[in-house]
């Protein structure tokens, strides 16, 4: 069964450094989203990508933030300059269909611990 | 704006033990409801879905009803297993994003 996936399960940095983290949704897929869960709290929404443009953003997801699809397989989500209050686990999702109940995929998670 | 509502956790049971974790949302509309489950150092899995009133999602012995009328959402299973320990998250639809409630972490003891 097709599945997201991404890459680094695990990702420290020190404060101020960009970090990319990287996912490969389902291939077919022409919906992508990114969500963030800080340690003990809710899953929260970042940002929606469809068409090489953000459909929607949260306030989160501020100039600190960018996604994008470099190629046809990889949607990845860069933080420029990352602070304490970054660490979280980042989810990747994506979907297929451009109406209905769009079915989101989540991907395991990528852990970032920010020192 | 849009939110989901979930019972506090965590819950724990005996194996063979009937489940109910309560979800109840607010919402413009009636938009799709779902389950997602999270398994120990594993990513979120949609457990089930229901995208209109009085429809009921069902996966793996886990059921939950549409409720537009007390806009509620519970998730409910017959006899839970060991293996059904995770943390399940009830969540709406709301324009393109999904919203999430808290998540309800549930112990299941052999």
């Known amino acids: 069964e097709p599945e997201v996936t991404q890459t680094p399960s695990h990702q420290v940095t020190q404060m101020g450094q960009e970090v990319i983290l990287r996912c490969v949704p389902i291939?077919?897929?022409?919906?992508f989203y990114w969500y963030r869960q800080i340690l003990g709290q809710k899953v929260e929404f970042l940002v929606s990508f469809y068409n090489n443009e953000i459909s929607e953003k949260s306030e989160i997801f501020d100039d600190q933030f960018s996604v994008e699809r470099p190629d046809g397989s990889n949607f990845t989500l860069k933080i420029r300059s990352t602070k304490l209050e970054d660490s979280a686990m980042y989810f990747c999702a994506s979907s297929a269909l451009a109406g209905g109940p769009r079915t989101q995929y989540f991907g395991p998670g990528t852990r970032l611990t920010v020192l | 704006g849009d939110s989901v509502t979930q019972m506090e956790g965590p819950v724990t049971l005996s194996e063979e033990a009937f489940l109910t974790i309560n979800c109840t949302y607010t919402a413009t509309g009636y938009p799709s409801l779902f389950w997602y489950v999270q398994y120990p150092g594993e990513g979120l899995q949609l457990l089930l879905k229901a995208t209109k009133a009085d429809d009921k999602g069902s996966n793996k012995g886990f059921e939950a009803t549409y409720r537009k009328e007390t806009t509620s959402f519970h998730l409910e299973k017959g006899s839970v297993q060991v293996s059904d320990s995770a943390v399940y998250f009830c969540a709406l639809r709301s324009d393109d994003k999904i919203i999430f409630g808290k998540g309800t972490r549930l112990h299941i003891l052999p």
């Open positions: 291939s077919n897929h022409l919906y």
